[in-house]
């Protein structure tokens, strides 16, 4: 696997090392060691899929507060989506930054989500699958969100006059940080 750093701090982009001949290739997509070496959260006991019948479908932006902040191993396993995340960590010298990076099913990317940051994308094709490795477990009482056009943070996403978003996400309140 190959990790490299976003600008926000401690969360990563994974790349395939692909080791490759006439039938395909071969990779590691998660492996607990690696995760160490880089200081990553290498607790995985919940993973998700999110199934996206139409391209413009928005979910976001969410995280679990404390004291169940939840890291995030995010990859597109068909289709493609725009991944945006946003640093919620006060003490982080990105605080309030966000990153964004498209995951496809053919880049065969992921992104690394560490606690403290919230997490939301948009598809980009119809019938997006999105899997996801968490952490840590669900606690609904824990659930937050952030609205996705906040203008605290000013996301710029691809679809703008295509979005598909549930109400649960509409009505999320700008972010009192």
């Known amino acids: 696997m190959i990790f490299t750093e976003t600008k926000l701090r401690g969360a990563y982009l994974l790349d395939l090392d692909k080791h490759e001949d006439e039938r395909g290739f071969f990779a590691r997509a998660w492996?607990?060691?690696?995760?160490?070496?880089?200081?990553?959260n290498q607790r995985l006991v919940q993973c998700n899929i999110s199934f996206n019948k139409r391209r413009g479908t928005l979910r976001g932006m969410?995280?679990?507060?404390?004291?169940?902040?939840?890291?995030?191993?995010?990859r597109c396993t068909r289709g493609a989506l725009y991944d945006v995340i946003i640093d919620l960590r006060r003490d982080s010298p990105t605080f309030?930054?966000?990153f964004s990076v498209e995951l496809t099913a053919q880049n065969h990317r992921a992104l690394?989500?560490?606690?403290?940051?919230?997490?939301g994308f948009q598809t980009l094709?119809?019938?997006?699958?999105?899997?996801?490795?968490?952490?840590e477990f669900f606690h609904p009482e824990c659930a937050r969100g952030i609205r996705w056009d906040d203008p605290a943070f000013g996301i710029r996403w691809p679809l703008p006059d295509s979005l598909i978003i549930s109400e649960k996400d509409r009505i999320y309140e700008n972010w009192k940080g």
């Open 31 to 40: 492996c607990v060691d690696e995760f160490k070496k880089h200081g990553l």
């Open 96 to 98: 309030k930054e966000w």
């Open 62 to 74: 969410h995280y679990q507060g404390e004291p169940y902040e939840e890291a995030k191993l995010v």
């Open 125 to 135: 094709v119809d019938n997006t699958e999105v899997f996801y490795q968490m952490s």
């Open 112 to 119: 690394y989500v560490p606690e403290g940051l919230a997490h």
